[in-house]
């Protein structure tokens, strides 16, 4: 017998993961998203399952990246064999680096009981051959990957087989409300109830917020990227990052590098202005890709909150209505702990090892 309705706005990778962890336990869910399931800000994100610089975010942040990464190889290995797709998750461990050594990174490794390898230029070069000019560095060795597109894809076709109700190009209009509770939404093709609703729509998250009057404060900041097509002998090299900017390779030589801060609205154009400074970023960060032209250029918008502290959990002022949003550059990495946290919430099971903002 199936437990309440719960529609959820948004169809990027928190919407998703949080759609697939409610149907396993039993409730039936509408998947509701403006545009195709899958695309937005999460389709270009580089699929680095770690913040950068991690010892430089929130607590909070930093709680709920080792949660989802201790879930990571389990939700990856069980979606993978629910849709057929393999998302590529691969260890390929991050080097942090810089001209001096932070000592906050070895403090934050100390704490929080993470690997850590302090490395010199020579430490460096042993990595990454074609490093740039850095003099130091910090190596993570236990930081995964995955591909973006596919790992949407697994999902989509996951949550699909899982019964989830997926509804692509269609835009909610309103929430709907009776006393102090939600009771559906309104949308393009019409009215939907719901014993909850979960808004999980990025940037564009507090447009529904305010519906009800409510602010969530999360606002879009966009971020570019280009690529390039690497050698094939040089896809060993691990995820590169300056605390900024990072240079990702995948298996078959295909290079990312990101992204930029920009607070520019919902304008998601991409810019030669940021082309430009992302290729003397890739040549900084690695002398090989100054060899090379880059193949493309795109642009996302990220849901930012203040200190990049999300949104996770029921709201305090609205009955039936949850939140999951408001993740900034860690959607991805924060995706498995963020769906299983909101499921407990919706379900009403007590989670105290993760801790996450309220409004």
Known sequence: ?????????????????????????????VLLDKARVGRGASRVDSGILSPLRPWRV???????????QALYGDFVTAVTNESGVD???VKSG???????????ATEWASTTGRNIEVLDRSGLTRLVADIGRMREGVFLPDVFQVRMPLLLKSLGLSCRKLGV???????????????????????TSGQISADAVVIAAGAWSDTFASDLCLRLNVTPVRGQMIWYQDSVDRVSRPVVDDGEHYVVTRGDGITLVGGTVENVGFDSGITDKALKTLVNKAKNLITGLGELEPLGHWSGLRPARAHGIPLVGAHPAVDGLYLNTGHFRNGV????????????????VSNAGVGVSTL
């Open 1 to 29: 017998m199936s437990k309440d309705r719960v529609v959820i706005i948004g169809a990027g990778i928190i919407g998703l993961a949080s759609a697939r962890e409610l149907a396993l336990r039993g409730f039936e869910v």
């Open 58 to 68: 929130h607590t909070v942040v930093d709680r709920l990246a080792a949660t989802s």
């Open 87 to 89: 998302a590529e998750y």
């Open 94 to 104: 991050m080097l942090v680096v810089g001209d001096t050594h932070e000592p906050a």
């Open 165 to 187: 109700e997926m509804r692509a190009n269609e835009e909610v209009l309103q929430l709907l409300q009776s006393g102090n509770r939600v009771s559906g939404v309104t949308t």
């Open 333 to 348: 990495t924060l995706a498995p702990g963020s769906a299983l946290l909101i499921a407990d919430t919706v379900e009403g």
